[in-house]
């Protein structure tokens, strides 16, 4: 059984609780929150132990669940680490670069599990893909939410297109070469709505965009590549595929058109997208490396990548709003 610690109990850290509790093989042992509201609702509903201390609770687990601020996460994960502890951390991995930096060392060195929580690689729109050969040429991306104050503590780039940055990083395999990007500070104190730009070395080219001031909420990826448009909702969990094939298979839909090169035949295809939790399926595959002792689907090094790629898109924000 993996006894599990959990640091942060507000409104994600509940949710990681509500599916840590419905995992077999995993236990939760406590949970280490200062703030005295959090704790005690959580206390009342989940009878949980509450632990005043943090070091406290990381020696009495083997897994800490990190939940809490970003500004937290370098020295709880730091302070795990050094005690061998394995390691779950939701985005972004930590604060700043350098804090990113130490903690892949020092996980390296201890020769733990650690695994970042870009929660949407596990979205069962985009898991239906799996299959699928992705070399898209152009993405397209929106990810758009309407106001709300938490979450605020960073800008967008690291609370919203964080999550299409490791989506898009996971799938070309290329290094960036160079980045466009604006941002405008609309409802707090770091930019709400952002426009990038990637370029990669294999003439791949990315535009995102993402809002935390929008309307309605949107979470969309469109992929272009050599024959073949694939379209993901991640919202919806919808997952589109259409390609200049002839598919023999009962989910796809064909359809001829006249080209300048003669006939061509559409295929339209609807990859089986199964139900599934994202967050529950994120947590399993963390107990699972531990237990089997095998690689992280999110590693620490995906997690730093995300985080450096958005950091350099702050840096161009940042310079273009100076000029």
Known sequence: MLKIGIFGVGHLGKFH?????????????????????NAEEVVKKYNLKRYDKAAKLIDDCDA?????????HYELCKSAILKSKHVFVEKPLA????????????????NIKFQVGH??????????????????????????SQFNPRGTDVSVILDLMVHDIDIILSIVKSNVKSISANGVVVMSDTPDIANVRLEFDNGC?????????????????????????????????????????NYKDKNVFTFDIETNNGKKTIAISTPPVHEGNALKLELESFKDA??????????????????????????????????
């Not at 509790?21 to 509201?37: K, M």
């Not at 690689?295 to 709003?321: F, P, W």
């Open 290 to 323: 531990v237990i089997n002792k095998t690689h992280t689907i999110v590693s620490e090094i995906d997690g730093y990548r995300a985080m450096e790629i958005a950091h350099q898109i702050l840096e161009k924000i940042c310079k273009n709003q100076i000029l």
């Open 64 to 72: 800490v669940d990190i939940v809490a601020p970003t500004t937290t």
């Open 119 to 144: 929660v949407e690689r596990f979205n069962p729109a985009f898991l239906a893909l799996k299959d699928f050969d992705l070399q898209p040429l152009f993405i397209e991306v929106h990810r758009l």
């Open 17 to 37: 609780i509500n599916n840590w509790q419905e995992i077999a093989g995993a236990e939760i042992v406590g949970f280490y929150d200062p703030s005295n509201a």
């Open 205 to 245: 080219v990315a535009n995102l965009t993402a809002s935390r001031i929008s309307m309605k909420k949107m979470r969309k990826m469109r992929l272009f590549q050599k024959d073949a448009y694939v379209s993901i909702d991640f919202l919806e969990k919808k997952t589109e595929v259409i390609k200049l094939k």
């Open 95 to 110: 604060n700043t670069m350098e804090e990113a930096k130490e903690l892949l060392k020092l996980g390296k060195e201890a």
